[in-house]
């Protein structure tokens, strides 16, 4: 049997993140009905403690000013305090996760398995399902969970569990930190600047990829958008190569966007890219390849080169 | 300031349609055009640049087979000065606990005080560069996209985080970060600088020479076990246009119509 089944809680300020929720979904797949403890980290989080005992058995408050900015670098060490060895501790997979849980892994001496979505528990054995390529392709890889796991689930990929009605145990661990010393010290965040476009505002976005290859094709881009009275957005890499300002990218690292219509233009379909786009639009996307995973996230899909395909659709929308 | 940087050859998903071997076991490798890992570019790219600015050297190690070599030269040609291979039958196969593990041996025949890997592989997980920092009981910053030398026992570096913000920190040397893309802009590599690099040696360290046991990695020692590549069950998917450009054009115009996407 594997140990006791965890789940870290992200929240910003005292107010739970989607994927506090998302984890007591994601825990259900291990034997059912087992108990599932909530680690609450942070300052004066009294009030987000006792939200969580109704939806995980036990809660583990650790309340300390020294918290009050989630530093993975801090944290790993509090959590391998406080955590048994045989721990199977979930995490999501977002900036934090990632900074966190690979080290914690090595020093409490589980396997890890990073970005699951999705899993099955048989035994002692771990059966996850990843991505590699930018979800290009599957893998399913296993593991022997009987001394311990850390898992980073990916978020958005569990439906939150909302049915509340536990109640749980808070239970405060504050006293049993240790010792909060780390060689890497939290200063202060930096906030994103407003770009020349707010791309949030438009219902409808012509959003390029890769697939644009080059600066100069933007223009073909912005005529579509021009065309259509729409407002051009764009994946990481367009941005990366300061083609175009960091304002103007969709997803986890750049802007969440709810329009009515969204035209993916040579954009494989990565899922941070995907985490950016909120409300269910109606989602066009063309490209090249037939097997882009953008295709399975599409309504309407075209297997065309964006370079010939929206020129001849620009031509066609300003003749009507 | 003494950087190493840990680079890995990828199939390049941008020059590639990645398929699925039908036995599962891998992916088709035939055809296959590879690179250096995206991140690991940016990542030699700053580690040049903090030479530049206040001296030492950089070098460039990876774990692989044979081939792998061509991307060190590639690094050099950007301007890294030293490259390392580190290769043998037995490391094949090995997950990211093991590479961070064959890393940090050869780390520890060196005298760095800055550790690169890129955020992720196009291949991996984001865990080699957190799980090395880990092992090797230093500091570690992910998903790094600005780093400022303070002094020779110190950095300022910005990690960014979601919605496209930055999270400040003051980091102690020696640590170990792994770079987010966008940090810079990576100089461009032409056939002569690669030409320049062509006849440099580049040590090649086995097992033995790195004092790692042969069966704490590979796939024999591997924790966390690759079983198979699929490709999903599509869902429902998208509706294909298909036809004539210009009867998809149509189509798609009167489906812009109806969704409002069309003012
Ligand atoms: C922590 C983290 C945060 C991230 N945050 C974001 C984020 O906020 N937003 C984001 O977008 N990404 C983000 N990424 C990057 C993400 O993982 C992908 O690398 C990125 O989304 C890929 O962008 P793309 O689809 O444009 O490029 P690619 O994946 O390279 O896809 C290009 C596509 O274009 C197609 N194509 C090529 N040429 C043509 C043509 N002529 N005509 C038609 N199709 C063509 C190809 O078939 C391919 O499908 C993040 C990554 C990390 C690690
Ligand atoms: N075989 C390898 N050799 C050298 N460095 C590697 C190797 N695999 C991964 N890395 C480094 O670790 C980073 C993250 O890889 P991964 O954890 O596999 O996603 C990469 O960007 C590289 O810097």
Known sequence: MAGQI???????????????????????KFAAG???????????????CNDMAASYQEVWKIDNDALSY???????????????????????????????????SIKIDSPFVSDIVDYEVEGDTLKAI????????????????????????RPGVFQPDESKGVSGQVIDKSADTG???????????????????????????????????????????????DAMGAVVSCSRPIVDAKWLEKSRQVGTSGQTVKPKVYLAMGISGSFQHLGGIKGNPFIVAVNKNPKAPIFQVAEVGVQADILEFMPELTEKIKGL | MEILVCVKRVPDTAENEIEVRKDGTDIVRDDLVYSVNEWDNYAVEEAIQIVEKVGGSV??????????????????????????????????????????????????????????????????????GGMLAAMMDVPYASLVNHIEVLDDKKLKVGREIEGGNQEMHEIDLP??????????????????????????????HGASDIGIAADAVGAGGAKVKLVDYFMPELGEGAEMLEGSTEEIVDKLIELLKAKGGLK
């Open chain 2, 59 to 128: 070098t460039v190690v990876t774990v692989g087979d044979e081939d792998s070599e061509e991307v060190l030269r590639r690094e050099m040609a950007m301007g890294a000065d030293n490259g390392v291979l580190l290769s043998d039958p037995a490391f094949v196969g090995s997950d990211g606990k093991a590479i961070a593990g064959i890393l940090k041996a050869e780390i520890e025949k060196g005298n760095y005080n800055l550790i690169f890997t890129g955020a992720q592989a196009d291949d991996g997980a984001g865990q080699v």
């Open chain 1, 179 to 225: 010792d909060l010393t780390t060689g890497r010290h939290f200063l202060e965040i930096v906030e994103a600047e407003a770009g020349d476009v707010d791309i949030t505002k438009s219902d409808v976005l012509v959003s390029i990829g890769r697939g644009i290859e080059d600066e100069e094709n933007i223009e073909i881009a912005q005529e579509l958008a």
């Open chain 2, 175 to 204: 640590c170990v970060l792994s770079i987010q893309t966008g940090i810079n802009e990576p100089r461009y590599v032409g056939i002569r600088g690669i030409r320049k690099v062509a006849s440099v040696e580049i040590p090649v």
């Open chain 1, 6 to 28: 965890f789940a870290y809680i992200k929240h910003n300020e005292g107010v739970a993140e989607d994927s506090a929720l998302e984890l007591v979904a994601a825990a259900k």
């Open chain 1, 34 to 48: 087992a108990a599932v403890t909530a680690i609450v980290t942070g300052s004066n989080v009294d009030a987000l």
């Open chain 1, 130 to 153: 990843r991505q590699e390529y930018s979800g290009q392709a599957h893998t399913h890889v296993e593991c022997d969970i009987s001394n311990g796991l850390v898992a980073n689930i």
């Open chain 1, 70 to 104: 989630p530093n993975a670098e801090v944290l790993r060490k509090v959590l391998l305090n406080i955590l048994p060895n045989d721990a199977v501790i979930l995490i999501p997979h977002d900036t934090f996760g990632m900074d966190l849980a690979p080290g914690l």
